[in-house]
């Protein structure tokens, strides 16, 4: 895996832009400033798209994100130390590469199964030891739970049932809920076993998350 003083020193624009752009958490900031994100993109899109702030192509009809609607999600989710985090929709891996750089426990999903094998090949060869899924994201991965945070890199029709009830109390999730032009950034907190609060936190558009269409 390589990376070189231009890589290192588009990152840290790319960093600057986030902070203008109103990013403040430090962690946050600090792991995206360390990952290599070109290597979550083909060669031919290396140096021209990998460090811009903008979403981009990774086949399979998905999209590695906008890097500050990752840093958004990822602060709103308020991940520490030895959190055990779910992630559904690996895709390309930079999210869960983000989570694992946060020194978070992370089980990721994907429902693609040409994305799922990339993701675990460079997520391995890039020393990540998150635990990968081929899988239907709504459904979760309850054998695992209670979660400290659930992360939805996909846009939801709704919040599915079965991610809510597996937060730990306090857990936090955070989900893009809406149609497919555009969804509203929601926080989901745990309260006690029955009650949970929502928050909204904006419009973003992501690409949606489809039940029982693993291939």
């Not at 993109?41 to 903008?54: G, L, M, N, Q, V």
């Not at 602060?75 to 030895?82: D, G, I, M």
């Not at 985090?85 to 978070?104: D, F, K, N, P, S």
């Amino acid at each position: 895996m390589y990376d070189n003083f231009r890589y290192q020193g588009l990152r840290a624009k790319l960093i600057e832009k986030l902070k203008k752009k109103g990013i403040s958490d430090d962690n946050v900031l600090r792991v995206m400033n360390v990952i290599p994100r070109h290597m979550f993109f083909d060669k031919a899109f290396h140096d021209k798209f990998a460090y811009e702030d903008i979403a981009f192509p990774i086949g399979e009809g998905q999209t590695i994100s906008q890097p500050y609607t990752v840093a958004f999600q990822t602060s709103l989710l308020e991940v520490k130390k030895r959190d055990k985090i779910l992630e559904i929709g690996t895709g390309c891996g930079y999210q869960t590469a983000v989570l694992c750089e946060l020194e978070a426990r992370v089980f990721t999903i994907e429902r693609q199964r040409l994305l799922f094998q990339q993701s675990d090949r460079l997520l391995r060869a890039m020393g990540y030891r998150a635990k990968t899924f081929f899988g239907d994201g709504f459904k979760g991965k309850e054998v695992f739970a209670p979660f400290d945070g659930i992360i939805v890199t996909c846009g939801a029709p709704f919040v599915p049932e079965a991610l809510k009830y597996q937060l730990k109390i306090n857990g936090r999730m955070v989900i893009p809920v809406g149609g497919s032009d555009a969804q509203q950034m929601k926080l989901i907190v745990r309260l006690d076993k029955d009650n949970f609060s929502e928050n909204d936190y904006g419009e973003f558009s992501f690409v949606p998350m489809l039940k029982d269409k693993s291939k």
